[in-house]
């Protein structure tokens, strides 16, 4: 194996593994939102957003880290989290265009039920993650949720996962 | 460090960065279920299996594309779709023989309760999803879906998640 | 390239690789639980931890394999696998520091509804796995789990996930 080879062959190993580096920080970026919500730390889950991130649910839209903040610290979640609540997400589907990425994922929030043991799944919510490469690592730039309780923005949402990559540069 | 060494340890590495990236496919194959099944995009399930693959569920067998298309576009699904629902799929045991590997996981179906506010669950199931690597990427040759009530083929699904690797080539 | 840039940065390459070898295998210890929980097989569940592992769970403590295996044979979580369950864990979200690792994931136990159909969610747990690099693996040194029920411990454990990484050593 010549010198010239070899350098092609370590050079395409080396954008191999950088992708695999950007997949596995992706997942990091999207498993740091559980942990944070559920303890109710604002700061911590404002953090998975750029400065200027849009966190957009059915029930309301967030622009930026303070609006997040302030919805996490407010009466409606703080009433799951002094109740005991749990946002599960699953494995999202991912993909990737150079600094960009979009993930499509449901989540569930349970929360438990006070009038007896077990908890309620009060919500399944289809979520879209829109993702950038920041100097500082993954940020989300926009994250939609909709309710799955029939609405055809939610199938939308879902139908829609290789959508739009262009759109979140 | 001599040339051929330096052969030898890339050669090692090349082989390391391959299995990753086997791994990471197989996420994406099992992940890419997920949108498609509650979107009801039947043509985008039917991508996760081979031309002949076979989803085999404890309340009925599909043989190929045909099969699988039928059952999404089927009223049942439509159904479930129209009302409200989520496959979570949990993060899969794989392991991986060359070619072939086998994933073991659970699911929940998770349905719109139209009678309130809040959602169902209305099956938790034992999946194995036989998978194999093909020219156009990693696809389910077979996936078996038991009901987790009690049936015993239900566990020996779980418990087998290492058998058959060589009956799946 | 000279020889002596080839040789750092192959040794880069081998360090993020064998940085992301880790990463997979602790999504495979985590994965292995499941299965192995929900097929009722004790001696599986007991090989996730280590020979001396902990396992403290707020309706009792487990030290070392044969109190995990006791756990498992016994009435209770046998109940549970008779009549049908589901332990779902999300993707955990992970913090590695060389040899050890800390991952902090909810968990759902979803049982059969033996009065109709569904099944119920009977459990939210926040959980803090401990893992450490042996050489067997990667094993669990410590899991703790509380319930989302509303109590301080529970809400600790999800916002101390960076805590205590030197202690686990």
New interface residues.
């Given amino acids: ?1 010549g ?1 010239n080879d ?2 092609t ?2 050079r395409n ?2 954008e ?2 950088s992708y ?2 950007d ?2 920080a992706i ?2 970026l ?3 939102y ?3 919500i ?4 604002a700061d ?1 889950v404002a953090q998975v957003w750029t400065d200027d991130g849009v966190y957009d649910v059915d029930t309301g839209v967030m622009h930026g880290h303070d609006e997040i903040i302030e919805m996490v610290r407010g009466g409606m979640h703080q009433g799951f ?14 993909v990737v265009d150079g600094d960009v990425a979009v993930a ?3 989540s ?1 929030l ?1 929360v ?1 039920d006070e009038r007896g ?10 979520n879209r993650w829109e993702m950038v490469k920041t100097d500082r690592g993954w940020r989300c730039r926009r994250r939609i949720g909709r ?5 055809p923005a ?3 949402l ?2 829609g ?1 290789r959508e739009g990559l262009d759109d979140a540069r």
Avoid at 81 to 94: F, R, W
Avoid at 147 to 151: E, H, I, N
């Fill in positions: 194996m010198d070899m350098a062959i370590i190993l080396a191999k593994v695999l580096e997949r596995q997942v990091d999207m498993t740091s559980g942990p944070a559920d303890a109710g730390d911590a989290v002094q109740a005991g609540c749990a946002h599960i997400l699953e494995p999202g589907s991912v499509t994922a449901k569930l349970v438990n043991p077990g908890f309620t799944v009060l919500r399944a919510t289809a309710l799955l309780d029939g609405r939610a199938r939308r879902l139908a996962e």
